[in-house]
């Protein structure tokens, strides 16, 4: 019987942080993509805590495992982002007139990472002989009290949703979280809980599974 290769790439979001084991957005939607596709899929979840587009770039580019683990993959999800803008957001910390401009800065920096990401992917798939799908997921906002974040989480969002295609696609999940990150959130307020989980793996669900049936 045929079986797909998922591999999940990204960041604690990818890992589940914040939810009771199996309850992450990877295996829960790695169970709807079997239901869909009617065939068992092999799951390698290479989720890193606190990973940032700098450090996913830099892995893509260099270390084997996870080169080997995206040119096998069938289906990729990819969850990045969110540690860029938390860790602007904290440099900036007790100084607010420094936070536009870190938080550009920072903006400039994954708009550049992200890039390079998307080349160094389809360089990694070129060739293969089996169609694929990559799937990304949008960010929410962990500060929606902070205007400026809300406004770089939309930004980010923008430009990451123009790289749609018949290969990717990106799921928008900025307004399901905002004003409900209360029953969405893990009481760190800054991660999704189970509840928030299935509502990105319903997205990444909806998005459909495009060549692979």
Not at 134 to 143: A, C, D, K, S, T
Request: glycine fraction near 12%; charged fraction near 20%.
């Amino acid at each position: 019987m045929m079986s797909y290769q998922y591999t999940a790439i990204g960041d604690s979001l990818t890992t589940g942080f914040g939810a009771l084991p199996g309850n992450g957005f990877v295996p829960v939607y790695r169970r709807m993509a079997e239901a869909r596709l009617r065939t068992p899929i092999r799951l390698t979840n290479l989720g890193v805590n606190g990973l940032t587009t700098d450090g996913l770039e830099q892995r893509l580019k260099a270390d084997y495992n996870f080169r080997l683990a995206v040119s096998d993959a069938d289906l990729i999800t990819i969850s990045i982002g969110g540690n860029d803008l938390i860790k602007a957001a904290k440099a900036a910390g007790t100084r607010p007139g420094d936070l536009s401009p870190l938080l550009q800065k920072a903006l400039r920096n994954c708009k550049r990472n992200i890039s390079d990401i998307m080349s160094t992917l389809s360089q990694l798939k070129a060739g293969m002989p089996r169609p694929y799908i990559i799937r990304m997921v949008g960010l929410y906002n962990p500060y929606p009290q902070i205007d400026e974040a809300t406004d770089w989480v939309r930004q980010f969002n923008r430009y990451t949703a123009g790289y749609s295609s018949r290969v990717f696609g990106f799921a928008s999940i900025y307004n399901e979280f905002a004003g409900n990150e209360r029953g969405l959130l893990f009481i760190d307020h800054i991660h999704p809980n189970g509840k928030g989980y299935r509502v990105i793996a319903d997205k990444l669900d909806g998005l459909g599974y495009g060549r692979l049936g």
